[in-house]
């Protein structure tokens, strides 16, 4: 650390940025209008220096953050010197700085004596930014012209002022304007929190000595991570994980990922991954990166801060005209759904550098189901508008010496499952079953996380469904001689007729109908035939496995009407197959 830096302050200004962007974070919650912002967590928030350098990160959803050099860039292209105290900047073009049309980001300048000194920035992902379905998030779009209002860096205010075209522009061209306006002004307000703070920071340590602890933050970023990777084993290291489809053609969709460890740096390419596809799941290259990001902090420690030190170390690099960098007008409505196989892939890669920090796939994302109509009688009004967008949240693979957790968020997410009370009294939907799904784990010495099961009946009299789900033909691996787990499903009716439906499916729903989606589990981690009898047990008590799923998996016999093992069956079952 240089001489001119106190490490006690350098701790404060540390701690200082990582409390105004978990301030930030809680700002959006308490403020925002719609239930994707404020109970699903689909947003993030962070601070940036002058440069557009990412200071501190919330812990909030990482695979916005590593897309923000990006976005930053554009703003700064378009707007150079032209940005002046009071301004906010939105965008959402994933051509032009963006990911998806969902997600809008916005930026306040900082200001502090007529001199520009950061920007807080939110991201926040909008239940509907118009275009050919409610949502705006169909994965069956084929150019991003269908996807909704497309949003190149602007000024949402000019010096403090409301542009009023812009706002009437949104307003007119989305099916829910108090929800966006709303959600809008609450990534307003957070914005001007992060301001306000920082502009404390400022007058308590000065601008200039400030720029120096900042560059030292991200120096102490930078020295972590390249400490991290000397330890890792030079070589190339590669991995392949699959989508299933595009919605359109038949799959399966590589994503290639191989990563040289070259000292203290690392090289990503994605060379050999699929070209972009017709359905909307090809993913921004900055999206790329970002996940790409991700999954290399995953193997990092606890210590490395959150901040752009770790970018200087990862040199990512994806085939122009791929589904990881496409070119216009390629549909990316869906393209989360890639980064999370992006992030699957690079932890591939890393199982075989760092085995002990990474563990098996989980659920292969999160699945999102949107419901869209309009409910309420007519009567000569205008009936009222409803979306839901719900995205199913659900388990992790096994890793080093821990089962898989289920009912929780993908690691790259920080998301959270919409409570079924919440939807109920928002939507004309019942949810009928919210579950785990037995049999569903990954097997392994240290077992998979078990998946969720959603089920919705329509009480309205008819809605739009448009339903993103993977791992139904590509169940998520296990590691080291684990298992994979169960593949998703989607079900139409599923006490009735039960229809099988494909993994990605944009369908009328008629009141009363019933959707059902059976998530995918997380993969095992090490050789199931090695797994405690004991906790065999346990999870068939648990009603977590089956009998029989413990016997065909882990070679494990249970007693007769009992809740034990059965000890010298199970030594010659697994016997047997050893």
Not at 32 to 61: E, F, H, N
Not at 124 to 130: L, Y
Not at 494 to 499: K, T
Request: charged share 20%; proline share 6%; glycine share 10%.
């Amino acid at each position: 650390m240089s001489l001119n830096i106190d490490p006690i302050t350098f701790a404060v200004i540390k701690n200082g940025l990582d409390t105004i962007v978990d301030d930030m974070a809680y700002t959006v919650m308490r403020t925002a209008r719609s239930p994707i912002v404020r109970d699903v967590l689909d947003y993030s928030a962070t601070i940036c220096d002058a440069r557009g350098r990412i200071l501190a990160q919330a812990k909030t959803v990482a695979l916005h953050l590593g897309a923000v050099p990006d976005a930053v860039i554009a703003v700064l292209d378009e707007f150079g010197d032209d940005l002046f105290d009071g301004d906010v900047i939105i965008l959402n073009d994933p051509y032009d700085g963006g990911m998806h049309l969902p997600d809008i980001f916005m930026f306040k300048p900082i200001f502090h004596e007529q001199a520009l000194q950061g920007f807080a920035v939110v991201i926040a992902h909008h239940s509907d930014v118009g275009g050919r379905v409610p949502g705006s998030n169909a994965s069956d779009s084929t150019e991003i012209f269908q996807e909704g209002l497309r949003i190149p860096p602007l000024k949402l205010y000019a010096a403090g002022q409301k542009d009023r075209s812009l706002f009437a522009l949104l307003r007119t061209n989305v099916r829910l304007p108090d929800m966006l306006l709303g959600d809008l002004a609450a990534q307003l307000a957070t914005c001007s929190v992060g301001e306000r703070a920082f502009i404390n920071l400022i007058k308590k340590h000065g601008a200039e000595g400030l720029g120096q602890y900042f560059n030292a933050l991200l120096d102490y970023g930078e020295r972590l991570t390249r400490q991290a990777i000397r330890a890792w084993p030079n070589g190339r290291y590669e991995f392949t994980d699959y989508i299933d489809d595009d919605g359109f053609d038949q799959g399966p969709i590589p994503i290639v990922c191989a990563i040289d460890v070259m000292d203290d740096h690392l090289v990503v390419d994605f060379e050999g991954s699929s070209s972009q596809v017709k359905g909307a799941i090809n993913c921004t290259l900055s999206y790329t990166k970002s996940s790409t990001y991700v999954g290399i902090r995953c193997a990092l420690g606890r210590e490395v801060p959150n901040n752009a030190g770790i970018y200087r170390c990862i040199t990512i690099t994806a085939p122009e005209g791929s589904i990881l960098n496409p070119r216009m007008p390629a549909a990316v409505a869906a393209r989360a759904l890639t980064g999370y196989r992006v992030v699957d892939a690079v932890l591939g890669a890393l199982a075989a550098i760092v085995p002990e920090r990474v563990m098996a796939a989980g659920e292969g994302g999160n699945t999102v189901v949107c419901i869209g109509g309009y409910e309420g009688e007519a009567q000569g009004q205008a009936k009222t508008p409803f979306i839901l967008v719900d995205m199913i949240n659900g388990a992790w693979g096994g890793r080093a010496g821990k089962d898989g957790i289920e009912g929780v968020t993908n690691p790259s997410q920080n998301m959270s499952n919409m409570p079924v009370e919440t939807l109920e009294t928002r939507y004309p939907i019942r949810v009928e079953e919210y579950a785990l799904r037995p049999d569903s784990c990954g097997p392994g010495e240290y077992r998979g996380g078990l998946g969720l099961i959603r089920q919705y009946r329509l009480l309205a009299d008819e809605a739009v469904l448009q339903l993103r789900a993977d791992r139904a033909v590509i169940p998520p691996y296990g590691l080291f001689g684990g298992g994979r787990a169960a593949p998703s499903r989607n079900i139409l009716d599923p006490n009735g007729a039960a229809e099988a439906l494909p993994s990605k499916v944009t369908r009328t729903l008629r009141g009363g109908e019933v959707i059902r989606h059976d998530q995918a589990g997380g993969g095992g981690y090490r050789d199931p035939l090695c797994r405690d009898p004991e906790q065999v047990a346990a999870d068939v008590a648990n009603e977590k496995i089956s009998p029989a799923f413990a016997e065909e998996h882990f070679g494990v016999v249970m007693m007769a009407g009992d809740s034990a093992p059965d000890l010298a069956a199970t030594e010659a079952c697994r016997r047997s197959r050893k």
